[in-house]
């Protein structure tokens, strides 16, 4: 971390904190998740679900992962800094749907994202408004802790994504679920996007 200079806390989740940092070499400002679990080895770290997807999947709707490091048995991922949330946009329209306008241009983003997500290999089973932040007018996907490969072999917890979001089969407790699950919740959202609640 001597290589940035920390301007802020952005959010403080269950498996990290994010802070705003300015890097001191090229000025860059970025987001670094610090996690709090403790890592005895690097190569312990590449394996953490969020760093195996998101070192593979590089596409304009997915957050940039720029640079993976561990310092003090900590894993640090450090990501392009984004701006407000989907939640935060939703929040501030109190209530008045979207026009279908901007409805074509979220959802035809973020489903862009999620197909290539997939083709990729993985799933991210935790879509949801909070977890779609801007760039600019670019939405991008974030949050991949709870990611998954598709190929990786059930059963699955059924305790992930907010509840308004999940889809039947976690909801029923189903071991056995797959790529999907996101869909569902990309149909959730638009759903929320025309009522104007979720």
Known sequence: MKR?????VLGD???????????KESGEIVAIKRMKQRYSTFEECLQEKEVKSLRKIK???????????RENE??????????????KTINKKNGVPFT???????????????AYCHK????HRDIKPDNLLWKGNVLKIADFGLAREIRSRPPYTE???TRWYRAPEIILRAPNYNSPVDIWAAGAIMAELYLGKP
């Open 4 to 8: 940035f200079e920390i301007l802020g």
């Open 13 to 23: 989740g269950a498996f990290g904190v994010v802070t705003k940092c300015r890097d």
């Open 59 to 69: 596409h304009a709707n997915v957050v940039r992962l720029l640079q993976v490091f």
């Open 74 to 87: 900590y894993l640090h991922l450090v990501f392009e800094l984004l701006g407000d949330s989907l939640l």
């Open 100 to 114: 279908e306008q901007e409805i074509r241009q979220i959802m035809s983003q973020l489903l862009t994202g999620l």
């Open 120 to 123: 990729q290999g993985f799933f």
């Open 159 to 161: 305790y992930v994504s």
